[in-house]
């Protein structure tokens, strides 16, 4: 609950939001305030609030669309496994002089650059292993409802639905009529029994927990009652980049000379970053001494121990569990 307070507080005193904020206590609030809001589930103890200056965004529309801007501008990319699939960043020098020269590909080719920035999830450990314990590779599960085109429509316009203890869906996709859901929890990690590091894994794994299985239908049963008992369909496990304080790395990487910059640990809330997150790179390229000005977002040196997530800076809340462990109690496929 304090994260609730904080996050409600955070937007009830700033002036722009201040005038779309409403409290929310029961099911006729909710219904009330939301008004496309067309659930007729009862949410029994529901309270919280509304933000309608917030929205929501399709996040693969949103990158085709910068992807074709940055080609029109010039911008090239080099995609597939051929060109595009990095195995490492290649260095020359070693120590205090170790410098960055480019990267190679996993077919072999070399990509010659003075800069490389990693901007990278969950796999960044696998190009940048001085990570560490700073960044985590962590889990949730994702899944589906597939509606009629009807459903689709009814619920165009709802807004982004977070219940703490179940989980969070937003409106359904009208291209494919797919209502994407997602528990909550503290999330599955995949540690290496040799570095203790938690890392993703290099294949997608299609499966949905029990456990999530139940929060997600018990989600739709309080709000979308009709719902609650169809299949779920393509389910997949969807892996972030984490960090205890759930702040972001933007820095450059000690002993590249500056040839290296990372940014990484989006803990589950960096695409709503997408307008701005270039600015922060920009800012730290264009520094005058070259150091990051904001303190939070600084290299941090690795820990021995990964830092439990404190509930003060965190939004989740249970026991973060070995994704190996809940694979085995779980079935391959819905």
Known sequence: MNTLHRFQAAADNHPELKPFLHTISGADDVRNVAGAWQFTGEMPGWKGYVCKYDGYVHSANALKGIYCESRKKGIGFFLGANTGAIENIVYEGAGDNRKSIGIKTKAGRFHAAKLVVVAVGAAAHKILPELGTEVTAKSWTV?????????????????????????????????????????????????????????????????????????????????????????????????????????????????????????????GHGFKMLPIVGQWVNSLLNSQDGKQTIERWRWRTPKSKEKSFDDDVSWRIGNVMEIRDIQEHSPSKL
């Open 143 to 267: 899944a589906h409802v597939r509606l009629t085109y009807n459903e689709t429509a009814a619920l165009r316009g709802i807004p982004v639905t977070y219940a703490r203890d179940l989980g969070f869906f937003f409106e359904p996709d009208p291209k494919t009529n797919l209502l994407k859901i997602c528990p909550m929890g503290a999330g599955y990690i995949n540690t290496n029994p040799l570095t203790g590091i938690s890392e993703a894994p290099d294949r997608l794994m299609r499966f949905v927990p029990k456990g999530d299985e139940r929060n997600m239908r018990e989600l739709l049963r309080q709000t979308l009652p009709y719902l609650a008992d169809r299949p779920l369909v393509e389910p997949f496990i969807c892996w972030f980049a984490d960090t205890a304080n759930s702040d972001f790395i933007i820095d450059y990487v000690p002993n590249t000379s500056s040839s290296v910059l990372v940014l990484s640990g989006d803990s």
